[in-house]
């Protein structure tokens, strides 16, 4: 009875107006980023990230909607600050919100408007729109499979927080990590960025740190992580970390 009131509760909280306006809202914060400093309207690279980023978006929301609505409340939340999340990550995750509004902001910048830097062969930009959709997959299937995927450091005991060893979580214990850290880096390359790349590995370097310590939390407070990471021996790439 309780875990059916809390899913009447997350359906009350996501209703139509709130997930449109969301979505609206995070597409057009996001392509005001890309060309907003580009100083350009027709900037044909930065469209078509767009363009990938809402169509899965809407496949995103849609399924989420249907089949987890408890992830989707969650990942609604706009910024990744909470109550019950540990201090070291509030510094790690207001760091990674920061410097990645640059990740968007400096290509522009640098490609389009001041040519800071000679930009990428449009072989590496075609290559890396294209590398969007596997990770798109790949992330999709993440979130098939964890439904605790919270975006800060807690164990979520109102829902039951349990470990997840199916999937993509059988080959190494932070896949979604894994995801975004390519992610971090081909959104500038498909922009033709060389400098956008800065940004982007220093965000790697802030998920490493979060991954370690998110592990030590999981390990010490989360019930069977610990013979997880027996079974799954490595963080972000197998036979590496």
């Known amino acids: 009875m309780d875990r059916l009131l809390h899913w009447i509760d ?5 209703n139509t107006f709130k997930l449109i306006s969301s979505f609206i809202f995070r597409m057009t914060f996001f392509s005001i980023a890309l ?4 100083g350009v309207w027709y900037w044909w690279e930065a469209w078509v990230i767009v363009l990938l980023w809402t169509v899965y978006g809407i496949f995103q929301l849609q399924y989420l909607l249907r089949h987890d609505p408890e992830l989707l409340a969650e990942r609604l939340k706009l910024v990744p600050l909470q109550k019950d999340q540990k201090i070291w990550d509030k510094i790690i995750m207001l760091q990674f ?34 590398a969007h959709i596997p990770c798109f997959v790949v992330l999709a299937w993440v979130m098939r499979e964890n439904t605790f995927l919270s975006q800060v450091v807690k164990i979520d005991e109102k829902r039951g927080h349990q470990v997840i060893s199916s999937g993509p979580y059988a080959l190494v214990r932070h896949p979604m990590y894994t995801i975004i ?10 922009l033709g960025s060389r400098i956008g790349l800065i940004p982007a590995t220093y965000l790697t370097v802030l998920l490493v740190i979060r991954t370690y310590f998110e592990d030590k939390t999981l390990y010490g407070e989360l019930a069977g992580y610990k013979a997880y990471t027996k079974k799954t021996r490595y963080r972000l790439v197998p036979g590496l970390w």
Do not use: C, K, N, Q
């Open 97 to 130: 919100l920061v410097v990645g509004i640059t990740l968007y902001i400096i290509p522009g910048l640098d490609i389009v408007r001041y040519g800071w830097s000679e930009p990428l062969a449009l072989w590496m930009r075609v290559f890396a729109m294209v």
């Open 35 to 38: 060309l907003w400093p580009a």
């Open 181 to 190: 850290i390519i992610l971090l880096f081909v959104v500038p390359v498909a």
């Open 10 to 14: 997350i359906m009350r909280e996501i």
